[in-house]
T-cell receptor
Framework: GAGVSQSPRYKVAKRGQDVALRCDPISGHVSLFWYQQALGQGPEFLTYFQNEAQLDKSGLPSDRFFAERPEGSVSTLKIQRTQQEDSAVYLCASSLVFAGASGNTIYFGEGSWLTVV | RKEVEQDPGPFNVPEGATVAFNCTYS??????FFWYRQDCRKEPKLLMS???SGNEDGRFTAQLNRASQYISLLIRDSKLSDSATYLCAVRGSARQLTFGSGTQLTVLP
């Protein structure tokens, strides 16, 4: 596709509900990242995939957060039993080659805006 | 202390002004440095990478000071369209970028 695509763009969840956020990276991109951005803050790293392998999940704030990328392309971020503090924009980003390679540009999607009420 | 720190602003400057942002980072092993621009309710977009020797792209100049562990962004001849939040980002040995909280710029007519 032309860019990183995320859905839904906006989601309102009742506290305690489970949500699933989808990311379609740019076709052929090896690396995929999830970030969480609270209002007035910069993006905070959640997790990183290289193809289907989840190489780093150190940023996931609790065991209620789970991410997968089973076929190395589309990724889903799942949040179980949502809490009000989960309200944020969830940004997905992808890059062509493995992260850390020189000149490797990371492209962000427009984000999924989650509000927990 | 946060790993990457920026002055949140806001910076309100008149059109045509020169404005500079600084960003400090705490991890001396950081290897790559970037400035991103984020418009309201939009995703971050790469503005420019920052190289040790400093680099310029039109009205934008980025510099890196490894000894003092800060990076800077200078915008000359500000345009209304430059109004946005500017995020600095740093990558160390880990694969992900670590972002500052952003500096908000408003260019006034």
């Amino acid at each position: 596709g032309a860019g990183v695509s995320q859905s839904p763009r906006y989601k309102v969840a009742k506290r305690g509900q489970d949500v699933a956020l989808r990311c379609d990276p740019i076709s052929g991109h090896v690396s995929l990242f999830w970030y969480q951005q609270a209002l007035g803050q910069g993006p905070e790293f959640l997790t990183y995939f290289q193809n289907e392998a989840q190489l780093d999940k150190s940023g996931l704030p609790s065991d209620r957060f789970f991410a997968e990328r089973p076929e190395g392309s589309v990724s889903t971020l799942k949040i179980q039993r949502t809490q009000q503090e989960d309200s944020a924009v969830y940004l997905c980003a992808s890059s062509l080659v493995f992260a850390g390679a020189s000149g490797n540009t990371i492209y962000f999607g427009e984000g999924s805006w989650l509000t927990v009420v | 202390r946060k790993e990457v720190e920026q002055d949140p602003g806001p910076f309100n400057v008149p059109e045509g002004a020169t404005v500079a942002f600084n960003c400090t980072y705490s991890n001396s092993a950081s290897q790559s440095f970037f400035w991103y621009r984020q418009d309201c309710r939009k995703e971050p977009k790469l503005l420019m990478s920052v190289y040790s020797s400093g680099n310029e792209d039109g009205r934008f100049t980025a510099q890196l000071n490894r000894a003092s562990q800060y990076i800077s962004l200078l915008i000359r001849d500000s345009k209304l369209s430059d109004s946005a939040t500017y995020l600095c980002a740093v990558r160390g040995s880990a694969r992900q970028l670590t972002f500052g909280s952003g500096t908000q710029l408003t260019v006034l007519p």
